[in-house]
């Protein structure tokens, strides 16, 4: 047996703590909605690959990884996080990776193991084997690859996004850490609570050092966060926000901010191409992903909660969303809602953010003019939370 096999083996009660206590538990029973897919490559973390294809899913779709928490399987927090419904709603195929407990008894990513976070190696290898025979399955399109992940699958994709910074083009970790912050089990517990830090340049040195010599580009990122998290601290968030800003050469000095539905912050940093790192802070949120089951994203339960739908505004943050409502929006797919008003006013329903004296479309980032009460603008809404600015409504 092979040596990190018997690392990954070996204290596994003990090791596996490092996220088995966010308690998570299972989702529904829903892997017959999946095809389970096998032979995917060599496969050396030793994973279980489930794919989720919508009918008529055409050539050049996107591609979605999302990574579930500790205790949950693959099928079961892809459906009750919203994925599934927005793989339809929205047009990407959807792969979702499950671990086993012959590598981590709760099913945790070992995502604090140098052997399974580092590029070529492990369970990054992979879950990037996933998605490369994905691609090529549905004739995907290689330039629009993500991943999204929770808890211990939130802290994996944070590395897979360090390890693979070619294939990625975006990522979203929810209630994780930084990719890096730990390397044993003692290290995981201070990672978690009560959180690790380090300089921008330090963080962002342990993800430059997976792909010596890359120059890009680099995979965007949101984090999301509750305020109220005592299993993963909401630290990590502020340390994910360094390291990534520092990775794209960016401050971390915030350019904008929103308030959002359901008591959720969504801060902007930029580099001069636009916005590379959004962080979510929900406020009062616990260790949870947050979902909106009347707006047909996802299920609540202890490790979910009915807040807003995460699923739409990481999809459109990605650029998925387009002019498709997500599951249970109203209204004609051509005719997205709009709003004429002041420019102050769009700022304070959060559907602007301001920067300098200017004004910006949550989203799409369209420039508006001058923040003040006498500049009027119109803005469609056209996916949850992503706003574009047109010429007049109706």
């Given amino acids: 047996m092979r040596a990190a096999t018997l690392l990954r083996r070996a204290g596994v009660l003990l090791g596996t703590l490092a996220l088995a206590l966010t308690g998570l538990s299972a989702g529904p029973a829903t892997a017959a909605a999946f095809e389970r897919v096998t032979g995917f490559g060599s496969n050396p973390g030793a994973l279980t690959m489930y794919r989720y294809v919508p009918d008529g899913l055409p050539a050049g779709a996107p591609v979605v990884l999302v990574l579930h928490g500790c205790t949950q399987d693959a099928p079961g927090f892809a459906t009750g996080s919203g994925w599934r419904a927005y793989a339809d709603a929205r047009g990407f195929a959807l792969v979702a990776a499950q671990q086993e407990t012959a590598n981590n008894g709760s099913r945790c990513f070992n995502w604090f193991q140098s052997g399974d976070t580092t590029r070529g190696q492990g369970e990054v290898l992979s879950l990037r084997q996933m998605v ?6 549905v004739d995907a399109d290689p330039s629009r690859v993500y991943v999204a992940g929770f808890s211990g699958g939130g802290a994996m994709a944070a590395s897979l996004l360090a390890a693979y910074p070619d294939v990625f083009a975006g990522g979203a970790v929810l209630a994780g850490v930084p990719h890096g912050c730990a390397t044993s089990l003692v290290q995981a517990f201070g990672c978690m609570n009560p959180g690790t830090s ?7 040195d342990l993800v430059r050092a997976q792909n010596r010599g890359y120059g890009g580009p680099w995979p965007t990122v949101s984090v999301w966060h509750g305020t109220s998290d005592t299993t993963v601290v909401p630290t ?72 807003l739908c995460s699923t739409a505004h990481i999809t459109a943050d990605w ?3 387009g002019a498709v409502p997500g599951p249970g929006d109203p209204g004609d797919p051509g005719t997205p809602p709009c709003v004429t008003a002041s420019n102050y006013a769009h ?12 004004t910006y479309a949550v989203g799409s980032g369209d420039a508006l003019g001058l923040w003040n009460t006498y500049t009027v603008t119109s803005l469609a809404e056209t996916g949850p939370g992503w706003y574009e600015r047109v010429a007049a409504c109706g």
Avoid: I
């Fill in 198 to 204: 380090k300089t921008a340049a330090q963080w962002g």
């Fill in 319 to 321: 650029g998925l969303g």
């Fill in 132 to 137: 490369a025979h994905t691609v090529d399955a």
């Fill in 236 to 307: 990590n968030a502020t340390e994910l926000v360094k390291q990534w800003t520092n990775v794209h050469g960016a401050d971390a000095v915030p350019d904008g901010s929103a308030a959002l539905p359901g008591g959720v912050t969504r801060t902007v940093y930029e580099s001069p191409g636009g916005a590379v790192v959004r962080e979510y802070r929900a406020s009062g949120m616990g260790h949870a992903v947050p979902v909106r089951p009347s707006e047909g994203c996802g299920t609540t339960g202890a490790y979910a909660v009915d807040v």
């Fill in 347 to 358: 700022v304070q329903a959060g559907r602007a953010t301001v920067r300098s004296g200017h």
